[in-house]
């Protein structure tokens, strides 16, 4: 006898149904939660490594890296803050919406992280150095992480399969 959620053809093949109406709720919302705990585990990852930097920049004791590490975490939170939020939000948006608010949401962090590295680019209280280093080792893998963990996560496409012209409308089509 066929699973509950298979049915059989009139060739005796066995075909998937859609699921429930509850059973894509409760698909969406483990994918929701997993969602946010990749956004968080990102978040945790590079602010971790990016203190980790800020401590080498204090150990060493040099005024411009310790303020182009801390401006380099501060980028850092720029890029992945947002994520998280939009994770949060994200439940409630639509899948339209819910593109918009991502494309947007990188074209304002991009903006913001050119703006500031152009603004401190010449000036010497702050090591370029120190910030380049800071947002690599604190947003590369916060951005890998979130990226492969969202992957994983992603929701199931929820479509009915076509069915196709049956032999009788075949046959009414060729005579």
Do not use: C, F, Y
């Not at 075909?15 to 509850?22: D, H, I, S």
């Not at 152009?118 to 000036?123: A, F, G, Q, R, S």
């Not at 009915?160 to 089509?173: K, L, Y």
Request: aromatic share 2%.
């Amino acid at each position: 006898m066929p699973a509950p959620s298979d049915e059989t053809t009139p060739h005796g093949a066995e075909r998937a149904v859609a699921p429930r109406p509850g059973d894509s709720r409760r698909h969406r919302a483990v994918g929701d939660r997993a969602m946010r705990r990749a956004a968080v585990i990102a978040l945790i990852v590079g602010l971790v490594l990016d203190l980790i930097v800020l401590a080498i920049a204090l150990a060493r004791g040099e005024g411009p890296a310790v303020n182009g590490a801390l401006i380099g975490t501060g980028l850092t939170l720029v890029i992945i803050v947002p994520t998280l939020v939009i994770t949060i939000v994200g439940a409630r948006m639509s899948p339209l919406t819910m593109a918009a608010t991502v494309l947007g949401s990188w074209a304002g962090k991009m903006l913001i992280v050119i703006l500031v590295l152009v603004l401190v680019k010449d000036l010497a209280a702050v090591s370029s150095l120190w910030i380049g280093l800071a947002l690599l080792v604190g947003a590369v893998p916060a951005i890998t992480i979130e990226g492969v963990l969202m992957a994983r996560s992603r929701q199931p496409l929820d479509v009915d399969p076509h069915e196709g012209p049956t032999e009788d409308s075949r046959d009414r089509a060729g005579a």
